[in-house]
């Protein structure tokens, strides 16, 4: 009996070795040092909002143009640019919006959109130019990327925000290929860094024309967050904000700023080969009434959801990372998820919609005037926030606000 035992512990030992049975086995998520916030830090330093699959080193996505990569069996069916502009309606549908089949990009988006983080990464362009050839996305020039130190000086280096950074703009240039991507540097994640890096990218949007920025960072939120030392940052004529809700639990701050679009999360749902069937609400994204924020006019409609205080999330896009995106950051690909994916996402929508709302307030306005019709896929299933107790239902909820975008009309 014991020499049988020990053959199968030997026969299980070599499956567990081998690569093809490995990577059968999900992936997990991990949750990096930079996206775990201390509620003492609540309005004096950030973190970010993202979270990635522990993926195999050589997995790559599918070469849907150039040289191709090594894709292992257990890869996935991870979202490139063409599948998501497929889910979210940039594009027509076809074949089932397979990330492994469709190969048709965005053919638009103008002006800028801005991206603000902290810190440095010094691999953001040669990542984002191998993302793109990957993809086959326009290339990368000095016309339609730039990278702008908040301060003057470059910040100092940090890998956590690096990805962060990596994502954000990858994610803008996905899916709004022809505007200029403006990444912004805070010399640091404090609040006063990150929010003085926040006017100069809605100085250098307006600049260009009006556009959009985005902010995957927040914190918990904190009662002096409704003074104008904390708002102000976020209205610019010509500009929207959008901010990530947040990966767990509460609402973050800035996305529970009336005057910034809160971008909760979805899960995308596919079968087996990667046919998409439809969006949930992702479990973990940050959702909820604000803390301290009013509820502002845009929301009178849904008040008897919302009631006094102003509710998050507005809309939403992909964030779990078990249905993640690809990202390309310091020479390997990586599967990344969080609201930090969905903020920059629709960001890009807006962009490639072309509308140019004159400033937040009126893109609210266009969202929840667009409330219940088809230019929004109505969320219906899921859970969210504090010990999962919301739940997506029929029309606007906490979980993923009206809805995720499909189309241009609403956004």
């Given at each position: 009996m014991r020499n049988r035992f020990a053959g199968v512990s030997a026969l299980?030992?070599?499956?567990?070795?081998?690569?093809?049975?490995?990577?059968?086995?999900?992936?997990?998520?991990?949750?990096?040092?930079?996206?775990v916030g201390n509620p003492?830090?609540?309005?004096?330093?950030?973190?970010?909002?993202?979270?990635?699959?522990?993926?195999?080193?050589d997995a790559a996505p599918p070469a849907l143009y150039g040289v191709n990569p090594t894709v292992p069996p257990g890869a996935g069916n991870f979202e490139t640019p063409a599948s998501l502009a497929c889910i979210y309606g940039l594009v027509p549908k076809t074949l089932a919006c397979n990330p492994r089949k469709v190969t048709a990009n965005v053919v638009g988006g103008s002006k800028a959109i801005a991206?603000?983080?902290?810190?440095?990464?010094?691999?953001?362009?040669?990542?984002?130019?191998?993302?793109?050839?990957?993809?086959?996305?326009?290339?990368?020039?000095?016309?339609?990327?730039?990278?702008?130190?908040?301060?003057?000086?470059?910040?100092?280096?940090?890998?956590?925000?690096?990805?962060?950074?990596?994502?954000?703009?990858?994610?803008?240039?996905a899916l709004a290929p022809k505007a200029k991507v403006i990444l912004v540097e805070a010399a640091s994640n404090s609040f006063a860094d990150l929010l003085f890096a926040e006017k100069k990218a809605a100085a250098l949007v307006a600049a260009a024309g009006g556009g959009q920025v985005s902010n995957s960072w927040g914190s918990n939120e904190f009662s002096a967050e409704t003074s104008s030392s904390f708002t102000s940052p976020f209205t610019k004529a010509k500009v929207v904000f959008f901010a990530s809700t947040g990966d767990g639990?509460?609402?973050?701050?800035?996305?529970?700023?009336?005057?910034?679009?809160?971008?909760?999360?979805?899960?995308?749902?596919?079968?087996?080969?990667?046919?998409?069937?439809?969006?949930?609400?992702?479990?973990?994204?940050?959702?909820?009434p604000s803390a301290f924020f009013a509820r502002p006019s845009f929301q009178n409609k849904v008040a008897s959801v919302v009631g006094t205080h102003r509710g998050i999330a507005d809309l939403s896009a992909v964030a779990n990372p078990n249905t993640g995106v690809w990202v390309r950051f310091r020479s390997q690909w990586r599967v990344v998820g969080g609201t930090s994916v969905s903020s920059p996402l629709l960001a890009a929508i807006a962009n490639t919609a072309g509308h140019f709302a004159t400033s937040s307030a009126a893109e609210e306005t266009r969202i929840y005037?667009?409330?219940?019709?088809?230019?929004?896929?109505?969320?219906?299933?899921?859970?969210?926030?504090?010990?999962?107790?919301?739940?997506?239902?029929?029309?606007?909820?906490?979980?993923?606000?009206?809805?995720?975008?499909?189309?241009?009309?609403?956004?």
């Open positions: 299980v030992l070599s499956l567990l070795a081998s690569s093809a049975w490995a990577q059968q086995v999900a992936p997990t998520v991990v949750v990096p040092p930079s996206s003492a830090d609540a309005g004096k330093k950030a973190h970010t909002t993202y979270r990635y699959l522990d993926v195999a080193p991206i603000v983080d902290a810190f440095d990464a010094p691999t953001v362009l040669a990542d984002l130019k191998f993302y793109s050839a990957q993809f086959g996305l326009p290339p990368i020039t000095s016309s339609n990327f730039q990278v702008v130190f908040a301060n003057g000086t470059r910040p100092p280096r940090n890998d956590g925000w690096g990805l962060e950074i990596a994502l954000d703009v990858e994610m803008a240039h639990d509460s609402p973050l701050f800035p996305a529970a700023a009336p005057n910034v679009v809160a971008a909760g999360g979805t899960t995308v749902n596919r079968t087996p080969t990667g046919d998409f069937i439809s969006e949930s609400s992702w479990n973990d994204a940050g959702a909820g005037g667009a409330l219940g019709t088809g230019a929004f896929r109505d969320v219906k299933t899921g859970v969210c926030g504090v010990g999962n107790s919301l739940s997506a239902k029929t029309g606007y909820d906490f979980c993923t606000g009206v809805g995720s975008p499909v189309g241009k009309n609403g956004i």
